[in-house]
């Protein structure tokens, strides 16, 4: 027996949990998000209780499986995503009994502690979360997200000069002193300034929880530096900061040391967040069941790039999506979205013919000569416009536009800088770093 089988056969006598507390501690020192940690060590332990692991060599994919469908099946209802949840926190705790570490972002070798020689969970498939989808988060509109806003700033220091009870009950009766009235206007100022991050950066909460002042840069290209331990993907990526939302940014965290946390997230902001939407009149759930949530900020950042008009790519690259799919479906609400605007922006045809054969509206060229549909290389430069010209072998190609005077006027599409209030105009972003 060699060295290495021999400590693999020691760690077998050793308690399950207590392998379970070392992962844990690995874990902690990688620096990975608490909140992650804390549902890897709450699972693990769980699971390990309910199907009976005491020891490395019990652990075994058939009892896992088993103890997941009864808890689909009993009254807890697991969700298919909690599901796949437990599945990759056993593969990776396999995967780390076998020695795999990681040295930053997904590089990753071999050479750790083996505690076991082969991953029993290696493989262990997940199911199809679009089967079985719970709480389907809806993105919220323009005018609910200024609605939202505007009720988050105020709704602390409306609450508290509200009665509760009695003849007055509902009225806006109770004095504040300056210094209560001073705490809650800030304490709104900074909830609004959650959502408004959230809404124009895409970051998740447990994202928004981690930012600390030195992630922030206010320079020529203002953004944000996502630490690879505080991000879902572990990729560590660089989002650019729309310049107001870097202005009240930098107004915020004016005073603050650069290992400061940016936001004070509560542990209940969804229960707030519920609160705030009553307040701007905005419905929890929709006709369709669609849920409006923390996560649903994250929706409404990705819907409002497409309608924007942002391109797909540059979308995915946004929201640090390693699927395109995710982008243009689940993160994009197709409602929001102006199909009738995209089809009126289709070529016109017409159907009135003269004997020649030609239509009353041809296109042409600079040159008065018909245009060529496909150029036979492409062009050399593209410049783009309220006169769309394009210069390739051919000369100066026109933009494309009916002969008919009355059809000349140009088409207009609505993206976020025609929208609403300057504060929460959305525009496309892409960021410094792309997404893998």
């Known amino acids: 027996m060699t060295s290495d089988q021999a400590r ?7 308690p399950l949990s207590k392998h379970i507390a070392d992962y844990v501690a690995y874990q902690t020192e990688q ?3 608490a909140d992650y940690i804390q549902n890897c060590k709450t699972r693990l332990n769980e699971s390990a209780e309910g199907c009976g692991f005491k020891l490395l060599c019990e652990m075994n994919v058939d009892s896992l499986q088993t103890w997941l469908a009864g808890q689909r099946d009993s009254e807890r209802a697991m969700s298919i995503a909690v599901h796949n949840g437990f599945v990759e926190v056993w593969v990776a705790f396999g995967n780390w009994c076998c020695g795999k570490r990681t040295t930053g972002g997904k590089r990753h070798h071999m050479n750790g502690e083996k505690r ?11 199911l199809d979360v679009n089967m079985d989808r719970r709480r389907v988060a809806r993105a919220l509109t323009e005018d609910e997200l200024n609605r939202l806003l505007k009720a988050a700033r105020t709704r602390p220091v409306i609450s508290a000069q ?38 124009l950066t895409g970051l998740r909460k447990s994202e928004l929880r981690t930012l600390t002042v030195g992630d922030l840069s206010f320079g020529d290209v203002p953004f944000v530096k996502l630490k690879h331990g505080n991000e879902k993907n572990r990729q560590g990526s660089t989002l650019p900061l729309r310049s107001d939302l870097a202005a009240d940014l930098r107004k915020w965290v004016a005073g603050k040391e650069s290992t400061d946390r940016v936001f004070n997230v509560p542990a209940g902001l969804l229960a707030i967040l519920d609160r705030d939407i009553a307040a701007a009149g905005i419905p929890k759930v929709d006709a369709e069941g669609r849920v409006v949530h923390v996560h649903a900020l994250r929706h409404s950042f990705g819907t409002h790039l497409s309608r924007a008009g942002v391109a797909p790519r540059t979308a995915q690259a946004a929201m640090r999506h390693s699927n395109i799919a995710l982008t243009m479906t689940t993160y994009t609400d197709s409602r929001l979205l102006d199909t009738s605007a995209a089809v ?61 005077p009355e059809t000349k006027k140009p088409r207009e599409t609505q993206g976020f800088e025609k929208c609403g209030r300057e504060d929460l105009n959305l525009q496309g972003v892409a960021p410094t770093r792309p997404s893998t």
């Open 8 to 14: 693999i056969a020691d760690h077998q006598q050793v």
């Open 31 to 33: 620096r990975r998000n």
């Open 116 to 126: 076991i020689l082969k991953n029993p969970f290696a493989g262990m498939g997940k």
């Open 162 to 199: 509200t009665v509760r009870n009695g003849p007055n009950k509902g009225q806006q009766l109770i004095a504040l002193s300056s210094e209560r009235r001073t705490k809650l206007e800030r304490l709104g100022h900074e909830r609004a300034i959650i959502y408004k991050t959230a809404i």
């Open 344 to 404: 009126e922006s289709l070529p016109s045809f017409s159907l009135d013919f003269d004997e020649q054969g030609q239509t009353e509206h041809e296109y042409t060229i600079a040159s008065e000569q018909p245009r060529v549909v496909a150029p036979i290389v492409a062009p050399d430069s593209v410049q783009v416009g309220p006169d769309v010209s394009i210069t390739g072998p051919f000369g100066a190609i026109s933009e494309i536009s009916p002969s008919n």
